[in-house]
């Protein structure tokens, strides 16, 4: 879209006024926005985002970031904006992702830092005036399995006790969500949103589309990654350490302790049918194929974990023998 650029670089070069300034891509995501690095004169880093405004809305980041700065979340801070025109000028949090940085030294580390920064957000971010994160949505984002990745993407057509297990299973992982207390919700709290940051780590983006929802939901989203894996004993552990710390910081109670592990799990698939679906749409509708390979790594999640659940069981079973089975022919490498 080299006309969006050309007005970037006006409203920047307005804003900078004799201040000469290089503009360079800092990342894509998963949406229409973009970012750009800034580069200026003295060194200095910025970043511009770009939301098209016919595509993306900023004011849910301008409000979340309002709401998370003053609790010492190392969120951007919004230096210059233009909401009818779709820009933000922002602070740079650098270019050292969770993501790349994420080892055997590292990871309790950083593991211990993000999860201590998403006991804050759960405790103090008031998620009363956020949409909440209710049936209707949760639904919505698992059809997103059965219509891009099952459907579109794999073309397998489903007889009629498949897709009444489908249903059946998303109203059980519905109901597990919506049972558990509703909190702050980031919503994509994993390791290609976390940087690694010198001073108040972690540093954390996008975070604009947060609701009202299940406390287990970006617990899960960081502790079983699509992007990284750890083997389930330590995750279990590290979940575990988060009860203990949500106890402590009041935003869950003892009485909670015998369903926690089942809300994570149940919470984990349906995360991961919403993901593998949003990564094969990013792949069909917008031409995106770097996200492909993630797919195995995320419905494997639900496979080893469906068969401890009586109401996920033969979701299991159906990825295992219908859905993986497909993968390697339709992704690649």
Known sequence: MPERLAELNEWLASHFGETNFTLE?????????????????????????DAP??????????????????????VPEILA??????????SDLGERLYLDHL???????????ALGALAAMQACANAEALP?????????????????????????????????MLDETFEALIANAQHQP??????????????????RNPGVLDFQDAVAGPVTYDLVSLLRDCYIRWP????????????????????????????????????GMQRHLKAAGIFARLFLRDGKDGYLKEIPRTLEYI????????????LGEFIAKRVLPELPKNTPA
């Open 182 to 199: 509703q909190v702050f919700v980031h919503r994509d709290y994993h390791s290609r949103n976390l940087m690694v940051s010198d001073g």
């Open 232 to 267: 389930r004993q330590r995750v279990a552990e590290w979940a575990k350490g988060y009860f203990h710390l949500a106890l402590h910081t009041g935003i869950l109670r003892q009485e909670h302790e015998r369903e926690f592990p089942r809300w994570f799990d149940l919470m």
């Open 81 to 90: 904006q233009s909401r009818g025109r779709g820009f933000l000028l922002l």
């Open 303 to 314: 496979v080893e974990v469906a068969p401890d659940y009586p109401e996920t069981e033969r």
């Open 53 to 74: 405004p016919d595509k993306e809305d900023c004011r849910p980041f301008i409000e979340i970031a309002g709401r998370l700065r003053p609790l010492g979340i190392h």
């Open 25 to 49: 891509p800092a990342s894509g995501d998963a949406s229409f926005r973009r970012y750009f690095r800034i580069s200026l004169e003295d060194g200095q880093t910025l970043i511009a985002m």
């Open 103 to 113: 080892d055997e030294t590292s990871v309790d580390r950083l593991y211990g830092d």
């Open 132 to 164: 909440a994160y209710d049936h209707a949505l949760l639904w919505k984002e698992m059809e997103l399995f059965r219509h891009w990745l099952v459907g579109e993407h794999l073309g397998l057509d489903l007889d009629a006790a498949e897709r009444e």
